[in-house]
């Protein structure tokens, strides 16, 4: 018997059907960065009222990946609006989620691009929107065991986790220079790092989130 071929989102559908039995993932344009298409979460699953097991579920996996953050969006659009930024650049989109921002820089001529992001689901979710978008870039796991130079890295939205923000030292240990883009910390204040903008976006599928998340600030250091 002959097997059917697998369609490129039935890989994503099962990672996220660990979050929701019932959420399946589509293609998606970005309303700030048109140019960009990425498989997210069909929004209607995300909108509905959950179990209590179903929000337990979610805890336990939430699938970042399966949504375009804030961040993620402004620092494409930005990326896309100045390619000076990353152009000839070894980059790395750290904490890649959809790869959003990898794709961005591969489209903007950065000359290497590492999407590197501690969710195998993402990897794969890296992987199948590079080949939605026809770029292409390496895939990485543990930012610890990346011992190559780099000339810029990226981060947008990893901040969520308070347990991150050692990291900010760690991100300019790394690369020459770093770009964090951040809607979750209130008082930023982490020198060398300096605010360079502020923009207001939204999580794709919009998720409706509280004003403040609306917010995009960006520091670089
Ligand atoms: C909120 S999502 C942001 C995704 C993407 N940057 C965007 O803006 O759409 C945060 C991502 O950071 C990843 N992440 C969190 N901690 C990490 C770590 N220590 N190393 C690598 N990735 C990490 C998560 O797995 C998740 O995919």
């Not at 002959?2 to 559908?13: A, D, G, M």
């Not at 190559?148 to 990893?158: G, H, Q, R, S």
């Amino acid at each position: 018997m002959t097997q059917q071929p697998q369609s490129p989102q039935q890989p994503l559908n099962t990672c996220i059907q660990q979050m929701l039995s019932d959420a399946s993932v589509s293609i998606q344009s970005l309303p700030q960065c048109e140019q960009i298409k990425l498989w997210l979460v069909e929004p209607e699953a995300m909108r509905r009222p959950f179990s209590q097991q179903e929000i337990l579920s979610i805890q336990s996996y939430p699938a970042y990946w399966a949504f375009c953050w804030a961040s993620g969006q402004v620092l494409a659009r930005q990326i896309l609006a100045n390619p000076h930024w990353v152009k000839d650049k070894k980059v790395m989109d750290f904490g890649a989620g959809s790869g959003v921002v990898a794709i961005a820089c591969v489209i903007a001529g950065a000359r290497e691009v590492i999407a590197c992001d501690i969710d195998p689901d993402a990897l794969l979710a890296c992987a199948a929107n590079a080949r939605l978008n026809q770029v292409d870039y390496r895939l990485h796991g543990d930012l610890f065991d990346f011992n190559e130079p780099l000339d810029l890295l990226i981060a947008a939205d990893v901040l969520y986790d308070k347990a991150n923000l050692p990291l900010l030292d760690i991100f300019r240990q790394k690369a020459s220079k770093v770009l964090v883009a951040d809607s979750r910390v209130k008082d930023f204040n982490f020198p060398p790092y300096q605010k360079i903008g502020r923009q207001e976006s939204f999580t794709v599928p919009d998720l409706d989130e509280l004003d403040e998340f609306r917010w995009v600030n960006l520091y670089r250091a």
